[in-house]
């Protein structure tokens, strides 16, 4: 399964800003503070989807999440990604 890993306050910036810009600009915003804060997740098995966070909960009204918490043990290893 394929989901976006994010903050509560990148979801919140991100929500405050679709109020005044185009949902793509928002979204390779957004995008692009995840990588800063994650890095690249995809050795860890993490595969992001190729449509944006806001723009995938706009389209279908739900989005897949993974608790902050998990990143850190699946990068130390003590989670597997089992795809």
């Known amino acids: ?5 994010m903050t509560k306050g990148l979801v919140r910036l991100g929500m405050s800003l679709a109020r005044y810009l185009p949902l793509k600009m928002v979204d390779s915003l957004v995008l692009t503070l995840c990588w800063f804060t994650y890095g690249d997740l995809s050795k860890y098995g993490i595969v992001q989807p190729s449509t944006g966070p806001l723009a995938l909960k706009a389209a279908t009204g739900k989005s897949a999440v993974i608790d902050v918490g998990t990143v ?12």
Not at 1 to 5: A, S
Not at 72 to 83: R, Y
């Open 1 to 5: 399964m394929q989901f976006h890993v």
């Open 72 to 83: 850190g043990k699946i990068k130390t290893g003590e989670i597997q990604v089992i795809n």
